[in-house]
């Protein structure tokens, strides 16, 4: 019979790691899985995070780095797999992963996001030739060449602003003539003298040979077409759930036993309390359906998602 433990945590970004932490201090006996060898999530391509209290100006690699020699700290078992399926009928949760199986009395799903997808022409044939969906992994590649970054969040807006500081020439290009992003991004952004600003446009198209050569705008106000020549286009439009592994409904009268409500994005339904629709799973960081995806509500996530299990361990004995 496989080791049945108290709780465990499926995914180990800031969410995860910090669950693993306040559920170790808590005594119980957890189990971290998680997918990459180290822990951080998204954090580990963030250059420089500057709105985590009291650690100004860290990298998310520090930051990871950080957190995850505190979950260490406090001995937690962790396992690196890649997790395929829940099964949460019953009182024993299930996560199989394609190294083995694993059981809990508790689950807490913090699996994250991922970066979304324009699905415009080129982007998939050209993707890893030019095409790029993080700008601090890639950006290295474009020095002193010319590249668009395509959305107006506060991704997009990092992302152009790190680029900016070795690439000739970035192109911000948004669907509207207003950005998303933290104000104090904006400030930044506009006192670049090598980014350039292209409003109220989409991108039709990205093309090349074997590499980039130019990306193809369409503006949403007048219709016009624009070819932008550019060696690099770095993707920021926003994240999709990391949940394929998770079956659910996103209306709640068709949910069957052992599903989990999803909201219409994809996200797991979850309160601040982080509870699911099933009694032992709950579901914290940017997983969770919520409207403030930072490091911060991650962790808060995390604390309160332990807060939550720990109430339900005991009141099933
Ligand atoms: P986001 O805030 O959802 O922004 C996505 C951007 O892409 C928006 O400007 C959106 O345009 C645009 N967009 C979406 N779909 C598009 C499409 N098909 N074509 C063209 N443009 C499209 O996503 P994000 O910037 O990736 O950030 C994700 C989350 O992480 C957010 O909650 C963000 O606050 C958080 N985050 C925070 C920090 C920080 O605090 N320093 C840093 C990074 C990320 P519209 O504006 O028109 O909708």
Known sequence: ???????????????????AIYARRAEL??????????????IINTYEIDNYPGLPGLSGMELATKMSEHVDKYGTERVQADITGLELTGDIKKVN???????????????????????????????????????T?????????????????????????????????????????????????????FACDNIEPVWNSVVKEIAGGDMVEKVIVTNVKDGTETELLVNGVFIAV??????????GKKNRDELKEGELLLDEKGYVVAGEDCATSIPGVFAAGDLRSKPLRQVVTAVSDGANAVYSAEKYLVSLS
């Open 1 to 19: 019979m496989s080791e049945l433990y108290d709780l465990i945590i499926a995914g180990a970004g800031p969410a995860g790691m910090t669950a």
């Open 29 to 42: 006996k957890v189990l971290l899985i998680e997918k990459n060898y180290m822990g951080g999530g998204q």
């Open 97 to 135: 992963t394609e190294q083995g199986s694993y059981e809990g009395k508790a689950v807490i799903l913090t699996t994250g996001n991922s970066p979304g997808r324009l699905n415009v022409k080129g982007e998939e044939e050209l993707a890893g030739m030019g095409v790029s969906y993080c700008a």
């Open 137 to 189: 992994c890639d950006g290295a590649f474009f020095k002193n060449r010319t590249v668009a970054v395509i959305g107006g969040g506060d991704v997009a807006v990092e992302d152009a602003i790190f680029l900016a500081r070795g690439c000739k020439k970035v192109y911000i290009i948004h669907r509207r003539d207003e950005l998303r992003a933290a104000k104090t991004l904006q400030t930044a952004l």
């Open 238 to 247: 926003g994240n999709v759930p990391n949940s394929s592994y998770i079956i």
